[in-house]
């Protein structure tokens, strides 16, 4: 299998409680790499341009305030299977339905602050990936 790439984010709830470094190591002790990286402040209109997809769910406000409460840190992250392998690490997105060992179990508060966002197809790792990151800023496996 080839690699692939895939989106995470960690979240205001994430950067707030300096869990960062703690995230990003678990992320690398996976077997992932981080092939872009920055920390951002989205606006209101740049959270509900990416989440636009859950324009009209219940959720969609409050998720919107939430992602532009705060500095976030998106990434690119690269990996074979990496869509279902960084799904599998970060855990359910209610942390208290999460297993244990998963980022959202063991970091998490809550469904709403659950520490970090990750892609949940290939397309959409893809597509959410530039969002953030032009091709260019994108480190290639060398």
């Not at 299977?81 to 359910?92: K, S």
């Not at 790792?125 to 060398?142: D, K, M, T």
Request: include cysteine; glycine fraction near 8%; charge should be negative.
């Amino acid at each position: 299998m080839s690699s692939q790439r895939t989106l995470a984010i960690l979240k205001p709830d994430c950067v707030e409680k300096n869990l960062v470094g703690e995230a990003i190591r678990r992320i690398q002790d996976a077997g992932f790499s981080v092939r872009a990286l920055k920390m951002v402040k989205l606006t209101k209109t740049e959270a509900e341009g990416f989440y636009a997809v859950h324009r009209g769910r219940p959720f969609f406000g409050e998720l919107v305030e939430f992602m532009s409460s705060g500095p976030c840190v998106p990434m690119v992250l690269e990996k074979e299977n990496a869509v279902a392998d960084f799904r599998t690490l970060i855990g359910a997105t209610d942390p208290a339905e999460a297993a244990p060992g998963t980022i959202r179990r063991d970091l998490a508060e809550s469904k709403g602050r659950n520490i970090v966002h990750g892609s949940d197809s290939l397309e959409n790792g893809r597509l959410e990936a530039n969002y953030f990151f032009p091709e260019h800023e994108i480190v290639a496996n060398s």
